[in-house]
């Protein structure tokens, strides 16, 4: 299966709980960091419920 590789562009500082456990599932938790992951409808849906602190990498 595919890959995608995201970057954690925003702090989890001052953010909602729920937002930095969706962080924190996608393997992410410290600024700068990338993490190559499966790209599946589960991970598209995290990625899409924290656009302000992930970016998708090339």
């Known amino acids: ?12 500082i001052r953010r909602p709980e729920s937002q930095k456990k969706v962080l924190i599932g996608l393997g992410l938790g410290k ?14 849906g995290a ?3 924290l656009p302000h602190m992930v970016a998708v990498v090339d």
Not at 1 to 12: E, F, L, V, Y
Not at 31 to 44: A, F, G, I, L, S
């Open 1 to 12: 299966m595919a890959t995608i590789k995201i970057k954690q562009i925003g702090s989890p």
């Open 47 to 49: 990625i899409a419920k």
């Open 31 to 44: 600024m700068h960091r990338v993490v190559e992951v499966e790209d599946t409808p589960e991970v598209r």
